[in-house]
T-cell receptor
Framework: AQKVTQAQTEISVVEKEDVTLDCVYE???????LFWYKQPPSGELVFLIR??????QNEISGRYSWNFQKSTSSFNFTITASQVVDSAVYFC??????????????FGTGTRLTIIP | ETGVTQSPTHLIKTRGQQVTLRCSSQ?????VSWYQQALGQGPQFIFQ???????GRGNFPPRFSGLQFPNYSSELNVNALELDDSALYLC???????????????FGPGTRLTVL
């Protein structure tokens, strides 16, 4: 069975500080996808990144960066120079690769990030 | 291009009642998935519909059922509502070509259901 663990329930940092959100996953599949979503108070899930299990290169997109390490089954997310607009709940998710492409997402319990002005 | 829409936005029901939630998929998307997100939790997969057929189901009882229509919009029906059914219900649509190894899901804003 697949499982995603986000051990940090809530994090608060002062604006402009860097913050890392942790994600640890479990799967028996050799091919899978990992995701990060942002959920602002409005409730809609906003897609941030997708990574497949064969691509362990770290990725940077503006102030966001992701560190994927298969050896530790982790897919951590770092926000550099945080801003108040980054305040939200962040979810890490996992899906197995399906031939049809119709996958289901298994989500972690989320980390509530609060950026203090 | 219109995104995923859901209706209603909010809904209040009493225990034992039945509810129907609606989802319009993004243009060109033929697959719809439904998720339940209880307060303080991550979304949980309920089921998925592809070409009007159920295509995968999570660990939810049969009183959770769904439909997909020829225009790919979808309904989630919940019978005999229980207090624990109070949650945000999210719909996600995705295109499915059968050729891709992955088809990204686009989420709607959700319907917040409160059961009293």
């Amino acid at each position: 069975a697949q499982k995603v663990t986000q051990a940090q329930t809530e994090i608060s940092v002062v604006e402009k500080e860097d913050v890392t959100l942790d994600c640890v996953y479990e799967t028996r599949d050799t091919t899978y996808y990992l995701f990060w979503y942002k959920q602002p108070p409005s409730g809609e899930l906003v897609f941030l990144i997708r990574r497949n299990s064969f691509d362990e290169q770290n990725e940077i997109s503006g102030r966001y960066s992701w560190n994927f390490q298969k050896s530790t089954s982790s897919f951590n997310f770092t926000i550099t120079a945080s801003q108040v607009v980054d305040s939200a709940v962040y979810f890490c998710a996992l899906s197995e690769a399906q031939v049809s492409g119709n996958e289901k997402l298994t989500f972690g319990t989320g980390t509530r990030l609060t950026i203090i002005p | 291009e219109t995104g995923v829409t859901q209706s209603p936005t909010h809904l209040i029901k009493t225990r034992g009642q039945q509810v129907t939630l609606r989802c319009s998929s993004q243009s060109g998307h033929n697959t719809v998935s439904w998720y339940q997100q209880a307060l303080g939790q991550g979304p949980q997969f309920i089921f998925q519909y592809y070409r009007e057929e159920e295509n995968g189901r999570g660990n939810f009882p049969p009183r959770f059922s769904g439909l997909q229509f020829p225009n790919y919009s979808s309904e989630l029906n919940v019978n005999a509502l229980e207090l624990d059914d109070s949650a945000l219900y999210l719909c996600a649509s995705s295109p499915t070509s059968g050729r891709a190894r992955y088809n990204e899901q686009f989420f709607g804003p959700g319907t917040r259901l409160t059961v009293l």
